[in-house]
Structures are given as C-alpha cells and as structure tokens.
C-alpha cells in the first residue's frame, strides 16, 4: 500500500490538527469465541500499535481456552456480544437476536444468564459494555441494559436510542468488511475515501463529534482486511492529531462516539 493512497486521510487529520481538533479513535472486534490464529494476530497488531481492542465475546459460545489466551493479550478487552448470536427475526426481517418479536422476560433472564457465563470464564476483566449481533437491539430493550448492569452500548453509526433512553451510546462507524460483496475485504481506496468524507463532515460542524470507531471481525478477516488494519495503524497512530482511544475511557463523560 503507498503512501499516496493514504494521503487525502492524512491531510484531512493535518487539517483537524491546525484547527485544533483531535481526533479519538478505538477499535471493536465481533465474534470472539476461541483461541486461534486469526485472534493472534489481532492482538498483535494491537501490541505492534498499542491499541486497545474492544474484544466482543459471544458468551454462551466462548470457550473455556479463551480465558487463558485472553490473560497473554492484554491489550483485547472483553465485553457482551450478545447471549447466542442467534437470529430470531421474522423472515424476510433483518437479522436480529434482540428485536422487538421477543419478551422483555426472555430477552431479560437470556441476557443475565449469559453475563454470568462470560463472567465466571473471564472474571472481572469484562467491560460493561453490550454489543448486539448484527448491530441491531429493538429500543425497549436497550432501554433495560442499565438494569442489567452495563454502562455502555456499541453499534453501528447511526443507532439512537428510542425515547426511553438507555446506556452511554458508543457507536462504530466504518466496517472494515464488505459481507454483500462475499465477505470480504473492502477495497483500501474505499475504505479510505469514507473515512475522510467522514471526518471532514465532522470537522466542518459545530461540535461535531471527534471518536471515531472501526469495526473488525477477525475470524473473517482475509488479507485485504488485515493489510488495511495495519497500513491505517502504521500511516496515523503517531499522528498529532489522532489519540489511540482505549476502549474502557468510553464509559466516561464526552467519550461517547
């Protein structure tokens, strides 16, 4: 990857730099259920750059190996990723493993059970910070997770909460796969145009927002997605402008995405 191909981001960064800005930016992996090379090479990455991981464990799928693993990579931070990560949309709906089909009962001692689980596997190393499958939780359940014990809620961009409110948002907002396209890596040009018109967007309002969260599956990732990781890393991490954000400072004021 040249350098060229990542200028427009840089020199969009060098513009939040001279008006002051800084720019946040965190991670976020789904899926995470087992040891494997994939999740090596996640944290080795976080290692090489360091920056802290927000690990999305499915819980009643995680497997007992992945304490141990999870005690040498200190830079992956484990949170909720849903109970099952199944799908119980109607069909013809988007998928959804909390939608507004199911009980607030259910959806409840569900939720509890599998915070148990992650949490007698994991102990207190798990960030109170719930990630729902697909990006997707119905707004009367969200409204309850406080209830429930977390602080926090990840998603992709544009989730709101409904009028019942729920926990501090902390949205992602560019996804680093293409799952329409057979799920693969998106092109790097892409990639990059969306992240700067992103940031420009953001520069150009008033109080517009400054944390900026990419989205990663490591058990899907190809080569092209990997090799986006590492040239977005190595190209901005030491940027003026830019602050490698660990995940667990989300949780407090003015760090919500």
């Known amino acids: 990857m040249t350098a060229s191909l990542w200028s427009p981001l ?23 259920a087992a040891p494997s090379p994939a999740l090596d090479r996640l944290a080795a990455a976080a290692e090489r750059y360091a920056a802290p991981v927000l690990l999305a464990v499915i819980p009643m799928l995680a497997e007992p190996a992945l304490a141990a693993t999870l005690r040498d990579k ?20 988007k998928k959804s493993e909390f939608g507004p089909e199911r009980s607030p009962r259910d959806v409840d001692a569900e939720m509890t059970e599998a915070s148990q689980r992650l949490r007698a596997l994991l102990g207190e190393s798990i960030l ?3 990630v729902p499958p697909w990006n997707r939780i119905d707004s009367g359940h969200a409204a309850r997770l406080s209830t429930l014990g977390f602080q926090g809620l990840s998603c992709f961009r544009d989730h709101r909460h409904g009028a019942a409110g729920g926990p501090r948002l902390l949205n992602t907002h560019v996804d680093v796969m293409d799952w329409h396209g057979g799920r693969i ?32 599956h490591h058990r899907d990732h190809d080569d092209t997605a990997w090799a986006f990781l590492d040239g977005l890393l190595a190209q901005i991490s030491n940027h003026p402008a830019v602050t490698l954000t660990d995940p667990r400072n ?7 995405s």
């Open 10 to 32: 840089v020199a969009e960064l060098d513009r939040w730099q001279e008006t002051g800005r800084r720019l946040r930016l965190w991670l976020r992996d789904d899926d995470a």
């Open 185 to 216: 890596g998106r092109a790097h040009a892409e990639l990059i145009a969306e992240t700067t018109g992103l940031l420009a967007q953001w520069r150009a309002a008033p109080h517009g927002p400054d944390t900026l969260g990419l989205l990663l």
């Open 74 to 93: 200190p830079l992956l931070r484990p949170c909720q990723h849903g109970c099952w990560h199944r799908n119980h949309a109607p069909a013809g709906a």
């Open 128 to 130: 109170p910070i719930f």
């Open 250 to 256: 989300l949780l407090q004021p003015g760090e919500a």
